[in-house]
Every structure is written in C-alpha cells, then in structure tokens.
C-alpha cells in the first residue's frame, strides 16, 4: 500500500520578487496607513543625529523610499530644499496633495530605488530610510550606486537600518500555504561592518556610524531594562542598540 501524504501545507521560505514585494506593501499601506512609517516618528531625532555630521538648512536633499512624505515635511521645517522618490503610486499621490505649495518643496516622483529618476548631481544630501533591509541582492549595489550617481562630488549619504536585527525571530508562518516570512518583508540584517563595506563598494567614505535608540517603543524598554540589569555583572554582553545609522561622502 502506497504512503498516505499529509495534506498540511510544507512550510517553506518565501522567494521574494519585486511584484510580491509591492502587493505586500500594497496591503501593508491598506492596513496601517502612514502610521507604519519610519520617519513620521524617528525623522526629527534622525536629522538631530545626522545634522552633527551634514547641513540641512539651504542644502538640496533627496529622499529615497520616501513613502507619503513624512522625512520631506522634517527637512521643509529645518529649511532644505527637498523632493522624493517612491514606487508606490498611491503614496506619491498622497505626498504630491499633501506637500503641494509648502516653499522648497520640489516634488516626488514614481519611481524604482535602484533605477531613480533623477538627474546626475542633483543633491547635496540623499536619504534612504529602513530600505535597505528590504532589497533583494540583485538590488542592493544599484540602489546604492544610484545613490551615489544624484549626489554631488562631496554630497553626503544619510542611511538607516536596524542593527543585527535577529531575522528569525520575526518571521510569521502563513497557517493556508506553509509560507515562512519575515513580518514586514526584511532580507537581510545589518551590522555597522557590512553597511560600510557596502556603501564603500559605491564609493562612499564614511563620515560617521552611529548605533542609537531611535524612541521608547516597547521593544526598546525592556532592551534598556535587560541593559541596565546586565550592567553589574562581570563579563556581561553587551547588547547592541537597535538602530544603525550610516553617513557617508561621495568621493
């Protein structure tokens, strides 16, 4: 008698493509709204840290990945001419309406991270936040090249990531087809060597890489609760912090 197959769904890693990677997001956006952004919270403390290294005030800054905006209306604030670009059509509208009129503000405009439709040169400082976890490794160089390429000779990288984020502990298993992902679609994690190695490979020379605590969300307390506890004793780890920011020169 042949062996009886379980019906239960194998589980298996996702194979993420850049058409998965947008209806993921394209239903993220649904279900969360602007809220799920990065920068509606952390961008003011991100431009505190990273104003110590780069001028924002008068400066001409891009961000990449820009989602609905919320980094342009911090820049806006603290005087730099800025535009974005962003994949997801319906946040480029939403940025556009929301933006529309504010003095410096130049735009945003659909398009890929590692393909953006911008000029040579045409920044002083370019942005990307919390994307580069998120790049499949045909995309990762590109991304950072094009980077490269919209900044002017002495232009200035400003770049963010999580910090040795442990990948498996936020991976979901789909209960209907046996699909094992990450919550919100990372694919790799970074430390402060490899995001140097890599943005050096484009040509950049680090200015600065810092490891911080963006804001006190849950998760961050009880890692500073664990810090404080571990503190006494002798030999103990040290946890890292849980966010990476780098900045770097364009040669």
């Known amino acids: 008698m042949g062996r009886v197959l379980s019906s239960e769904p194998h589980p298996h890693n996702v194979e993420w493509t850049p058409r998965k990677i947008a209806r993921f997001w394209g239903w993220?956006?649904?279900q969360m709204g602007s809220q799920a952004f990065f920068s509606l919270t952390h961008g003011p403390r991100l431009l505190d840290i990273a104003g110590r290294s780069?001028?924002?005030?008068?400066?001409?800054?891009?961000?990449?990945?820009?989602?609905?905006?919320?980094?342009l209306d911090h820049l806006l604030e603290r005087g730099a001419r800025c535009s974005g670009?962003?994949?997801?059509?319906?946040?480029?509208?939403?940025a556009n309406a929301r933006l529309e009129g504010r003095?410096?503000?130049e735009g945003v405009s659909q398009g890929s991270v590692d393909h953006l439709p911008l000029p040579d040169g045409i920044?002083?400082?370019?942005?990307?936040?919390?994307?580069?976890?998120h790049l499949l490794d045909d995309q990762l160089d590109a991304h950072v090249a094009e980077m490269r390429r919209?900044?002017?000779?002495?232009?200035?990288?400003?770049?963010?990531?999580?910090?040795?984020?442990?990948?498996?502990?936020?991976h979901a298993l789909c209960p209907d087809c046996g699909a094992v992902f990450h919550r919100i679609q990372h694919v790799r994690a970074w430390t402060a060597e490899s995001l140097t190695a890599v943005a050096g490979r484009a040509g950049f020379e680090p200015v600065r890489v810092v490891t911080t605590v963006m804001?006190?969300?849950?998760?961050?307390?009880?890692?500073?609760?664990?810090?404080?506890?571990?503190?006494?004793?002798?030999?103990?780890p040290r946890l890292p912090l849980p966010q990476l920011i780098y900045i770097g020169r364009r040669d």
């Open 54 to 71: 780069v001028r924002f005030d008068g400066a001409r800054v891009v961000d990449v990945g820009c989602g609905p905006g919320h980094l």
């Open 28 to 30: 993220w956006g649904d």
């Open 215 to 236: 804001a006190p969300t849950r998760t961050q307390v009880v890692l500073n609760v664990a810090r404080r506890r571990l503190r006494p004793l002798v030999g103990a």
């Open 150 to 170: 919209i900044l002017r000779p002495g232009g200035h990288l400003v770049l963010t990531t999580p910090n040795r984020e442990d990948l498996r502990a936020e």
């Open 85 to 94: 670009v962003e994949v997801a059509e319906t946040l480029v509208a939403e």
């Open 123 to 133: 920044a002083d400082v370019a942005c990307s936040l919390e994307v580069a976890e």
């Open 103 to 105: 003095p410096c503000f």
